[in-house]
């Protein structure tokens, strides 16, 4: 997986609860973003990074925070969990802008449960 | 409306046959499209790259195929093996004004390859 860890790989949390996922890269590259999938969907983008403190809106990004305080470390916050947040989180890293031709590595991903 | 559409959304081949997924998308202005494969559990991992001047990109025995005026592309899997079954992601990039080009997903082929 490309130098990319995710932590944890599995939660379970209960409505109403703040949830911090983290994407941790070795490989030093500039971008890096966080993807939700759901069944019978695409990968949809929640937040990505263009570098340390840099950072923008995806298109699902209601009811999330991100935060870049190192180049390789890139969090994901729930401020406070709903169940249309339960889902399969994936970090991704790339090192330019995803319309030059290079390409995104994905991480294992993290399976989210919120009850 | 999804601009990434994917078809078949599932389909069962035997070991050894060909089979061809694909791929029919609206994004504009285009400026290049991926193919993914996605083992369950895992991420997403890079099988080609095209911009809308290659018509044809072979990876092993996967040929993917790209008709920028009919925005229509294809995946070849030639002499299907057990390692095949996965998920196919179909993934269209743009141009943009931003310093960061939307990607767009397809919502994935789900091949199951039988003995």
């Known amino acids: 997986d490309a130098g990319i860890t995710q932590s944890p790989r599995h939660k379970v949390t209960e409505t109403g609860t703040p949830v911090t996922l983290r994407c941790h890269q070795t490989?030093?590259?500039?971008?890096m973003y966080w993807y939700r999938q759901d069944p019978g969907h695409g990968l949809r983008l929640i937040h990505y990074s263009y570098g340390v403190k840099d950072t923008d809106k995806g298109e699902v990004s209601d009811g999330y925070s991100v935060s870049r305080s190192k180049t390789e470390d890139f969090l994901l916050t729930l401020e406070s969990a709903t169940s249309s947040q339960t889902s399969v989180y994936f970090c991704?890293?790339?090192?330019?802008?995803?319309?030059?031709?290079?390409?995104?590595?994905f991480g294992p991903g993290t399976r989210l449960t919120v009850l | 409306k999804n601009q990434v559409e994917q078809s078949p959304q599932s389909l069962i081949i035997l070991e050894g046959k060909n089979c061809t997924l694909q791929c029919n998308y609206t994004v504009s202005p285009f400026s290049n499209l991926r193919w993914y494969k996605q083992d369950t559990g895992r991420g997403p991992v890079s099988l080609t790259i095209?911009?809308?001047?290659?018509n044809t990109k072979s990876n092993g025995r996967y040929t993917a195929t790209l008709d920028a005026d009919t925005k229509q592309s294809s995946l070849h899997i030639t002499a299907s093996q057990l390692s095949d079954s996965a998920s196919y992601i179909c993934?269209?990039?743009?141009?943009?004004?931003?310093?960061?080009?939307?990607?767009?997903f397809g919502a994935g082929t789900q091949v199951v390859v039988t003995p």
């Open positions: 991704a890293i790339s090192e330019s802008g995803g319309w030059v031709l290079h390409e995104q590595f």
């Open positions: 095209m911009t809308f001047s290659e």
């Open positions: 490989e030093n590259h500039r971008y």
């Open positions: 993934v269209v990039s743009s141009i943009s004004t931003d310093s960061w080009g939307k990607l767009q």
